[in-house]
């Protein structure tokens, strides 16, 4: 059998045909128990950088009008498409986004406070935007 540390991803299809062909003893499942393990937090960290980035430049949009252009909105809308993609993939992150705001809302007010060069006091310490906001295509700031 092929070791992760070689070759991943045929590590993984060779335990996935494996698996189906009910081949068990041969599997290193503690192994694949920390694979599936990883990808749950691979899917939330995802979803933690989508919202960062979407936080981050809602504020810009909210803050600085007169900058407002196309990549600005490209990026909203690119960061809402990842998110309510990965919220379809899977559900159960929906749980996740209040504290995943939460936390990353502090690093996304920081990133716009040194990229507007706007003054700490423009931007809320507490993230100004519900989830509802944060996830509909229509809203703006």
């Not at 803050?63 to 490209?74: I, K």
């Not at 960061?79 to 936390?103: C, G, N, T, V, Y």
């Not at 990353?104 to 519900?130: D, H, M, N, S």
């Amino acid at each position: 059998m092929i070791a992760p540390e070689q070759d991943r991803y045929a590590w993984t299809l060779e335990s996935a045909h494996r698996l189906r062909s009910g081949q068990l003893a041969s599997l290193d499942l503690e192994r694949i128990a920390e694979e599936l393990e990883e990808m749950g937090r691979s899917e939330k960290h995802a979803l933690s950088s989508h919202l960062k980035v979407l936080m981050l430049h809602l504020l810009k949009w909210r803050h600085q009008p007169s900058f407002r252009g196309l990549s600005w909105r490209l990026s909203i809308t690119n960061a809402r498409d990842e998110i309510q993609e990965l919220l379809e993939d899977s559900p159960s992150l929906r749980r996740q986004l209040p504290d995943l705001i939460k936390r990353r809302y502090p690093v996304a007010r920081q990133r716009a406070i040194l990229e507007t060069g706007l003054p700490e006091a423009t931007f809320p310490i507490e993230c100004p935007f519900k989830i509802e906001q944060l996830l509909d295509a229509e809203y703006w700031a």
